[in-house]
């Protein structure tokens, strides 16, 4: 399995994501977000490079996980490893939360440049999209720090990626 930079992880958590989850916060963003809650995450080159296999064989030692959860940092700068990663943790039954500073539709974007992008979003259960936003602060959000990020399960995704395909066939039916 591939390395991944990580700046920590954290073995049981109970505030990022539902369950009981092993929360692995990677290292580097470009995001820089006012009032981020990890800037020290920020740094591209920071943080320490770990085999994804000795990170798995720690999340194998606790039965009690739910699953597992990628923060940051920004998790879709290191896509491909944490994709593989998800996979196996999905192979052992448990589910996987992503959080991006990238909305989804920008990761759809993305997904089109770098396929290991399509890879990790095609493995998020729940994902939590867009930037945090200090002035956009509730703390009485679920797994969220600000009202404009959406918290997006497999099926809102999937309404959103059918959207966003359907809308250029619209725009042409509607020029015909």
Do not use: W
Not at 34 to 57: E, K, Q, S
Not at 118 to 133: E, K, N, S
């Amino acid at each position: 399995m591939p390395d991944l930079r990580v700046s920590g992880i954290v073995e049981e958590s109970v505030v990022d994501g539902p369950g009981v989850r092993f929360v692995v916060f990677t290292q580097g963003c470009e995001h820089h977000c006012p009032g981020c809650h990890n800037p020290h995450t920020h740094a591209l080159d920071g943080g320490t490079m770990m085999p994804t296999d000795a990170i798995l064989t720690r999340f194998d030692e606790d039965p009690l996980l739910s699953g597992i959860t990628f923060s940051g940092g920004e998790p879709f700068l290191q896509p491909g490893a944490l994709a593989e990663l998800a996979e196996a943790v999905h192979a052992r039954g448990k589910d996987v939360m992503v959080y991006s500073g990238f909305t989804f539709e920008q990761l759809l974007e993305r997904e089109e440049r770098d396929p290991a992008v399509g890879r990790l979003l095609a493995q998020a259960d729940i994902l939590v999209d867009g930037p945090y936003v200090e002035s956009r602060r509730d703390l009485e959000l679920e797994f969220r720090g600000s009202d404009n990020q959406r918290l997006l399960n497999r099926e809102a995704m999937r309404r959103l990626r059918e959207a966003r395909d359907a809308a250029p066939v619209a725009k042409a039916d509607a020029g015909a």
